[in-house]
């Protein structure tokens, strides 16, 4: 058995995630779609289960925050955030989850219980500056079943743009203060002669996450402790 896994597509089906996921039995995806289309397409492809996730408004309300379900002989639970996931998951072999846009897999065995693999496959949409596309497969046969993870190539225009260490922290300032003035994402690129994708991407992950400060934009970026 052959089942997809994605998250954060974002509006963003593209062609090489589509090839993978064709000959899935089953197709999972962990939230932030952004739109109906997206998953009629999937569901064009195999049977899908999904959870809405936080930027999944009005049109996903009907989508449930979360799922507990059995597939191939595995209990598997899902939901888009993982502070959001079950704080026993000794039920479960599989729990998943998305939203950081950064693919992520470890096995929890507390007290020698059962082992449950807690799996974030990552964004497969828009590429987030420094971090790589991803999806996962799992496959389950009698002799058990495996998680692989999937990278996929991005093009060349969607390299990440170059950012220098001394000036990111007060790039981002300036975006967060400008953007409380309510200047567009375009005027604050213009303003500034700012990268327009880099203030795309500080404006929506300061909209979508109230509160966030100048590190957790980093850390989002991917981008905090790597300069």
């Not at 449930?64 to 026993?88: N, Q, S, V």
């Not at 059962?114 to 497969?124: A, D, E, I, Y």
């Not at 500080?202 to 980093?218: N, S």
Request: hydrophobic share 35%; proline share 7%.
């Amino acid at each position: 058995m052959k089942i997809g896994i994605i998250s954060d597509t974002h509006n963003l089906l593209r062609p090489e995630v589509i090839q993978n996921l064709h000959g899935c039995e089953c197709i999972l995806h962990g939230g932030d779609i952004s739109s109906q289309e997206i998953l009629e397409r999937l569901e064009q492809i195999a049977p899908v289960k999904v959870v809405r996730g936080n930027n999944d408004k009005e049109w996903a309300e009907h989508l449930p925050l979360f799922l507990d379900f059995e597939l191939g002989g595995l209990r598997i639970c899902m939901t888009h955030k993982k502070k959001d996931l079950p704080g026993d998951l000794t039920p479960y072999d599989l729990a998943i989850c998305g939203h950081t846009h950064q693919y992520a897999s470890s096995w929890q065995d507390p007290a020698g219980k059962r082992r449950t693999l807690v799996l974030n496959p990552g964004s497969c949409g828009p590429r987030r500056f420094v971090q790589p596309i991803t999806m996962a497969i799992l496959k389950i046969d009698p002799d058990g079943w495996i998680v692989e993870r999937i990278d996929i190539p991005h093009a060349a225009r969607e390299k990440a743009p170059k950012i220098g260490s001394g000036d990111i922290c007060r790039q981002i300032e300036v975006v967060v203060r400008d953007t409380e003035r309510g200047l567009s994402p375009g005027a604050i690129s213009r303003k500034h002669g700012l990268d327009p994708a880099l203030v795309e991407q500080i404006v929506r992950l300061y909209v979508t996450h109230p509160g966030v400060t100048v590190d957790g934009i980093m850390t989002k970026m991917g981008l905090l402790g790597k300069l």
